[in-house]
């Protein structure tokens, strides 16, 4: 099974052809059964796959499809690498995919494009599997692009929408500037190891004593790619506007695909990293920053997609400090149990705007919990998982990177201290969100509120299923530190972990610190509801008495401002006036018009030989002749 691992990303591969050649002819309910199959049999062979993985004796797999590059010493294939870290991430991908494709049979069928809409759905599913089965960093980036492109498809599938069309561009300009980061490291990469394999870079640099500056530059270049597709501080702008997109779509790139690409890149490269310190600590700080900055953006948010985005954000900042710090089981722990409530938490939310009838408007909803039981009692649970609430599955995975940034010791307790903030505003977002859309007095409009219903059986069956997992996919790294998913990822980290001195064992210290980080996420919790349940007036004096946070905020930093006034209109303008006048009008189309008056002249000069007369040409092979006896006389 495990030469045949290549069949996972092929099954999504093969719907996505089938519904885009012949998606047409099909009928509606056809369309979905071979998207649903198609994620579904990956699924299945996935769970195979670890089963059988499980009973090797070797910590890892490498298996090659066919040679792909051969140029000069450089050589490359299309293989795949089986190992704790890929095998938890397919699992992760074909399952959370799944449902969401059960999902959006529902939500989705009355959509014009429903076979365009599952065949870029299929596309993306493919084209994460293959970035995170790549055995090297090339076939990676095959992986990497797919899934940027997908993204750009899936925003902007509503394409005749303006604010669709330009989110959808957005996401796909910022992805490019950190996929030119990732390339140039793959190529520095090349010149420092003459391999692009992950087995071979990883045995080299086991081996070698190459200096921090390369290995610093060649971090820093893929930490560039790694911030654009998850959306860290600078290129975390596309993801809020990616709400464009079809509410399955944000589920499936929030929770299962796209945005966790960047926090397994930088897991895979775990030795590295961890040889370029200078690095690792660029990491860390990006990642607790842009988790603050996000939760701070997400008090504000009215728009219910809006606040989930911004939370996707900063819960990406945690994958991310948490790698940064070294803790990467916990990062990828986090990655693992964020697939489960987010996911639970956008398709709540897609479920809640479905019987609104399109509305997205916090403010215009409330009081939903009768209408809306099973939504309510899941996005619940999702809500006390993210906050971190004892025993969901965010409090487990969360508490564990906190307690690893803080053993690392030295400004790392700074980082702790933000993070324990962040955590407080988690809770206090997320609840302000499930008390204003559930809770409090209704605010629906009336001939909306005469037609609320709950999700039909094909969206509250996944639903369910999230929840169960938010409330025990923590579980999956208990006993911590040698059980579950710990245990499974140990010999993927093991080298790097045997850099920086070995895991750090837990202990008293731990349940102190799950205690600490448990009670600030209830502080947050009941000041949350103490200002949208017992005192409604209470957020109306917040914003009075700290206006400036409030319109900082609510105006995003004014970070997009920023980028449309010192790059996107000075861009405008060079291409304007230089790029399109100068060289294009002045420079291009002269030479270009140039090249045609010399060959209109050509074929004027000739037009006088190429009559079309006979007589003119018998006149002409007659001159020709006595010309050359002449000649030879």
């Known amino acids: 099974m495990l030469d045949s691992v290549w069949l996972v990303p092929l099954c999504p591969l093969l719907g996505a052809l089938l519904n885009g050649f012949f998606g047409q002819y099909y009928r509606r309910e056809t369309i979905g059964q071979i998207g649903m199959a198609a994620v579904g049999l990956a699924f299945l062979l996935a769970l195979i796959t670890f089963i059988t993985f499980l009973s090797q004796p070797v910590p890892q797999y490498q298996t090659t499809v066919f040679p792909w590059i051969s140029a000069g010493v450089y050589r490359a294939q299309v293989g795949f690498l089986i190992d704790g870290l ?33 065949t870029y759905l299929n596309l993306f599913v493919g084209a994460m599997l293959i970035l995170i089965m790549a055995d090297n960093y090339l076939l990676m980036f095959v992986g990497w692009e797919g899934v940027g492109l997908c993204s750009y498809l899936l925003i902007g599938f509503w394409y005749t929408k303006q604010s669709a069309a330009d989110a959808g561009k957005k996401a796909f300009i910022v992805n490019r500037v950190g996929d030119f980061g990732f390339l140039l490291a793959i190529l520095l990469m090349f010149v420092t190891f003459k391999t692009t394999d992950m087995l071979g870079v990883q045995t080299q640099l086991a081996q070698s004593h190459l200096t921090g500056g390369v290995l610093t530059a060649i971090a820093l270049l893929l930490f560039m790619g790694a911030m654009g597709k998850a959306a860290q501080i600078p290129l975390y702008v596309w993801l809020p506007d990616a709400m464009e997109g079809p509410t399955p779509v944000s589920a499936l790139i929030h929770a299962a695909t796209m945005v966790t690409a960047g926090v397994y890149m930088i897991a895979r490269s775990s030795l590295l990293f961890t040889l370029a310190p200078a690095a690792s600590c660029l990491v860390a700080f990006i990642g607790i920053a842009t988790a603050l900055f996000a939760a701070t953006m997400a008090l504000v948010a009215t728009d219910i997609k809006r606040v989930l985005a911004y939370s996707t954000v900063s819960q990406l900042g945690y994958m991310v400090f948490a790698v940064g710090v070294g803790a990467y089981t916990a990062g990828i722990f986090h990655l ?56 969901f ?29 962040t955590a407080f505003l988690t809770a206090f977002y997320m609840f302000r969100l499930l008390y204003l859309t559930f809770y409090g007095p209704s605010r629906v409009e009336p001939h909306v509120a005469a037609h609320l219903h709950e999700a039909p059986p094909a969206m509250r069956v996944p639903l369910m299923l999230l929840a169960l997992l938010s409330l025990l996919g923590g579980f999956l790294g208990f006993p911590p530190e040698h059980g579950g998913l710990h245990r499974l990822l140990a010999p993927v980290f093991a080298a790097a972990e045997h850099v920086r001195g070995g895991s750090h064992h837990f202990g008293f210290g731990d349940v102190v610190l799950m205690l600490i980080s448990l009670g600030v996420a209830l502080a947050g919790w009941r000041l949350a509801r103490r200002a949208y349940l017992e005192e409604p007036t209470l957020e109306a004096q917040w914003i009075q008495r ?30 304007e006036n230089v790029l399109w006048r100068v060289v294009d009008v002045r420079g291009i189309d002269r030479v270009v018009n140039l090249v045609g008056s010399v060959m209109s002249l050509n074929s004027q000069f000739l037009s006088y030989l190429q009559t079309g007369y006979v007589r003119t040409y018998a006149m002409t092979l007659v001159g020709g002749a006595v010309l050359m006896l002449l000649m030879l006389l």
């Open 546 to 575: 700290w206006q400036a946070f409030y319109t900082l905020f609510v105006n995003k930093y004014y970070v997009d401002e920023a980028y449309t006034r010192w790059i996107i209109r000075p861009l405008y303008t060079f291409s």
């Open 336 to 391: 693992v149990t964020h697939a489960f409530f987010k996911a639970l938490l956008f398709l709540g939310a897609g479920a809640v705007i479905h019987a609104l009838a399109g509305e997205q408007d916090m403010r215009k909803m409330g009081d939903l919990r009768g209408a809306l039981p099973t939504t309510h009692w899941t996005m619940r649970w999702a809500t006390l998982a993210i906050a971190g609430i004892f025993p």
């Open 393 to 421: 599955a965010g409090f487990w995975s969360k508490d564990e990177i906190l307690a690893g940034a803080l053993k690392m010791g030295g400004l790392n307790i700074l980082w702790w201290l933000v993070g324990l903030l």
């Open 86 to 118: 890929s095998c938890t991430l397919m699992l992760v991908v074909t399952g959370v995919g799944l449902l969401i494709h059960v999902y959006s049979t529902a939500y989705m069928h009355d959509e014009e494009d429903y076979a365009r809409y599952f």
